[in-house]
């Protein structure tokens, strides 16, 4: 348990995540996770890198537990550096990074899907940033990589989820997949990739970065600040022990 790293084939990286029950990462996970992908787009024998998880869904953001159990504001503020580091580690990755995304991609699992170079989903795969139900806010950034401005606010002000499908009338999902054919699915659209020059897949995902019309690490960044304002007014907290409370309560 925890993140890998494999090498299912020449030229592909795997960074599996796989945190039980619902990969809710703790603090340290996600700095593993920053840390993998790092790793394997470093390789020199990589040429795509294949973000995937394991279980239920592909990630369902932070450990919110972890937050309330920890007092003061440690966890928040290693949470939210965390998120930044595994977000940016996606997005600056020196290959093209593709996420396989099955079940549920909640709150940070939409930053790390935001900031990749293409998505391939499951076919119950579900997207969303129930971000004001939690008690926070953030990647807002990630999720306008998805969909339309009106359509992202919308999202983000009901906390309402957006399916694989409908992601891929908006162009930003490549395929949709039976789930028990995602992860095939993906490896296809990273050995297509990966046939490609290493060499000049590095200089390509530099000069698409380089044209990005807007700076996803600032804009985060800035969304966070936000964050913090929420917690130290006292109603972050509120929702957040009222989340844990309700997943304590049905066990």
């Known amino acids: 348990m925890g993140v890998s790293v494999s090498r299912p084939e020449e030229g592909v990286r795997v960074v599996t995540v796989d945190v039980p029950p619902v990969n809710a990462l703790p603090v340290q996970g996600w700095y593993d996770l920053a840390d993998a992908v790092r790793t394997a787009g470093a390789d020199p024998g990589a040429r795509c890198v294949v973000l995937a998880a394991e279980g239920r869904g592909f990630n369902a953001g932070v450990d919110l537990k972890e937050m309330q159990r920890t007092p003061g504001h440690t966890a928040l503020l290693g949470a939210n550096r965390g998120c930044y580091a595994a977000f940016a580690a996606v997005y600056d990755c020196e290959v093209p990074v593709v996420a396989a995304i099955q079940g549920f991609c909640l709150g940070g699992g939409v930053g790390l899907a ?138």
């Open 114 to 251: 935001g900031n990749a170079d293409a998505i391939v989903a499951s076919d119950d795969a579900v997207f969303g940033l129930p971000e004001l139900d939690r008690g926070a806010l953030g990647a807002a950034t990630h999720l306008a990589r998805l969909v339309p401005a009106h359509l992202m606010r919308t999202l983000y002000y009901t906390s309402r989820t957006v399916t694989a499908e409908e992601l891929r009338a908006h162009g930003s999902v490549w395929r949709v997949a039976p789930r028990a054919e995602l992860r095939a699915a993906a490896l296809e659209l990273a050995r297509e990739i990966a046939a490609k020059d290493g060499a000049l897949l590095r200089l390509a995902k530099a000069a698409l970065n380089g044209i990005d019309p807007v700076d996803v690490r600032r804009s985060y960044r800035f969304e966070q600040g936000f964050t913090f304002e929420a917690n130290l007014s006292g109603v972050a907290d509120r929702h957040r022990e009222a989340f844990v409370a309700s997943r304590e309560t049905r066990g």
